[in-house]
Every structure is written in C-alpha cells, then in structure tokens.
C-alpha cells in the first residue's frame, strides 16, 4: 500500500568555491525532461552554484555521456535527469536497471552523480515526480549532487600542509638521523 507521508529532503548546501555541474538529460518526453531542467537548474542557482546542460538520446546514454565528460575535469558534479516509463515490452527493465547500475558505478568510481532519471509506470506518475511544483525530483537530483561535492571536498582535500620552516636545517644543528 502506497503512503503519502510527507518525505524529508536535505536542504542544498551552499559551498566554497561554487560548484560546477552539469546537467544530462534525455529528452524522450520533452515536456517531463523540461520540467526536471528547470527544477534542478533553480536548485543550483538558489544553492550558488552554477551548470551547464547538454542531451542524449536516451536514458542509458547518460552514465557514457558523464564518463565522458568527467575526463575532462570540468565539472565538480553532474545531475542525470530523464524519464523511462513501462511500456508493453522487456525494454522498460533493462533501460531502468542498466542506467541506475552503470549510475551506481561511475558514484563508486569517485563521480559525484544526482540521479534524477525517473522509472515510472504512467505519465502521471511522471508529471508528480517532475512538476516543479511538485515533488520536484530534478531539483532533488541537484541537491543530491551538491551533497556528494560537499562529501567529496570533505573527505578529499589536500592534507594540511606544515610549516615550511620544519624542513629547514639550523646552522649548527644535527641532521635528523635515518631511521630506515
């Protein structure tokens, strides 16, 4: 049975430097892709952070697209966004399970990653999870990326660096004996 409980969501941090996402999208349905855009775009800005966007055929060209991209070294984080609903064959399952696990992997592969590609049963489902004014899944896709740059900067900054005048030797003092 579905529940209609209200749900909690992480307000967006705001981070120093801003970052740089970008947005990639399938477009299959345009009106539900736009809505997404736009919600992960105002995200992004209320956040103070910035973006680009670009578009892919479908839905499992998105995790390539950001491999790609994430060479490049431009971005701090990106945001997959799209839509994939059921329809009468197979093509549903394996659109749906191949784009979240190829998601999954480049995540664990160091890759800050919203995911905000929508598996759904209908367009209504759909238009619910998109509307901005709504449950607005692509500014929750955005806030999400905007988490993993926060963790990543947390736990991967460059180790502190000492004073420099430690390595220097005193006239007149011992070197420091090799203990290898």
Known sequence: MASHEEHFSMAAPRLTPAPHLLLVTAPFYRGIADWMIEGAKTAIANAGATCDAIEVPGALEIPTAIRLVSRSHRYDGFVALGCVIRGATTHYETVCND????????????????????????????????????????????????????????????????????????????????TA
């Open 99 to 178: 784009s979240s696990r190829a998601i999954t992997l480049l995540g664990l592969d160091g890759i800050c990653i919203g995911n905000g590609i929508l598996t759904v049963e209908n367009m209504d489902q759909a238009v619910e999870r998109a509307d901005p004014a709504q449950m607005n899944k692509g500014a929750g896709a955005a806030i999400a990326a905007l988490h993993l740059i926060a963790i990543d900067r947390e736990y991967h900054a460059p180790a502190p660096v000492g004073d420099p005048r430690d390595d220097i030797l005193m006239a007149g003092m011992p070197a420091p004996k090799d």
